[in-house]
Antibody, heavy 118, light 112 residues
Framework: QITLKESGPTLVRPTQTLTLTCTFSGFSLTTTGVGVGWIRQPPGKALEWIAL???????RFSPSLKSRLTITKDTSKNQVVLTMTNVDPVDTATYYCAQWLGHEFDPWGQGILVTVSS | DIVMTQSPLSLPVTPGEPASISCRSNQSLQHRSGDNYLDWYLQKPGQSPQLLIYLASNRASGVPDRFSGSGSGTDFTLRISRVEAEDVGVYYC?????????FGGGTKVEIK
């Protein structure tokens, strides 16, 4: 059974750095073709893809967020870490991580609601 | 960026009746392999999104066969042959052809 779970702070102050961790089980990020992606959803709004890291450490980012994002993987811990700098209230959202299988995300984690507020 | 447009925005449905959702992209989603890189996800109330359909027409594991996906190029459809109460939620299409990956705005399916 494949599971993913997001962890990190639920409240962040504007201009601070947000660090989210995706801890997964049931698959390996050393397997060819596999990746882990991050997708966010502001309250009441649609899904927005933000980042993806592949088994070979290739990385892709949303162009609108690229300058603020870092994504890394630790295959020994089965974790992927997303860092977003200089957060703003518009970054308030539920952040999901999900396994990437080459052309789809499956499954998804439960999500973590992150609020950016002073 | 590839823009994904879904319609309708809201879809009231009667249990037992069919339903369909349209998703259009502003450029072809056909990969050089011939596959169309289009996924459908369902987000049930209070839950995370779940994969329904990948590569335009392939049902994900455990997805009931009342769900089907079709289409090619820029025009795609998700069909539910007979809607059940558990099918309520927001349906999203997503293009998986190229980064940035992009989602449609969602279609909210609710029971009449």
């Amino acid at each position: 059974q494949i599971t993913l779970k997001e962890s990190g702070p639920t409240l962040v102050r504007p201009t601070q750095t947000l660090t989210l961790t995706c801890t997964f089980s049931g698959f390996s990020l050393t397997t060819t073709g596999v990746g882990v992606g991050w997708i966010r959803q502001p309250p009441g709004k649609a899904l927005e893809w933000i980042a993806l890291i592949y088994w070979d450490d290739d990385k892709r980012f949303s162009p609108s967020l690229k300058s603020r994002l870092t994504i890394t993987k630790d295959t020994s811990k089965n974790q992927v870490v997303l860092t977003m700098t200089n957060v703003d209230p518009v970054d308030t959202a539920t952040y999901y991580c999900a396994q990437w299988l080459g052309h789809e995300f499956d499954p998804w984690g439960q999500g973590i609601l992150v609020t950016v507020s002073s | 960026d590839i823009v994904m447009t879904q319609s309708p925005l809201s879809l009231p449905v009667t249990p037992g009746e069919p339903a369909s959702i349209s998703c259009r992209s502003n450029q072809s989603l056909q990969h050089r392999s011939g596959d169309n890189y289009l996924d459908w996800y369902l987000q049930k109330p209070g839950q995370s999104p779940q994969l329904l359909i990948y590569l335009a027409s392939n049902r994900a594991s455990g997805v009931p066969d009342r769900f089907s996906g079709s289409g090619s190029g820029t025009d795609f459809t998700l069909r539910i042959s007979r809607v059940e109460a558990e099918d309520v939620g927001v349906y999203y299409c997503m293009q998986a052809l190229q980064a940035p990956l992009t989602f449609g705005g969602g279609t909210k399916v609710e029971i009449k």
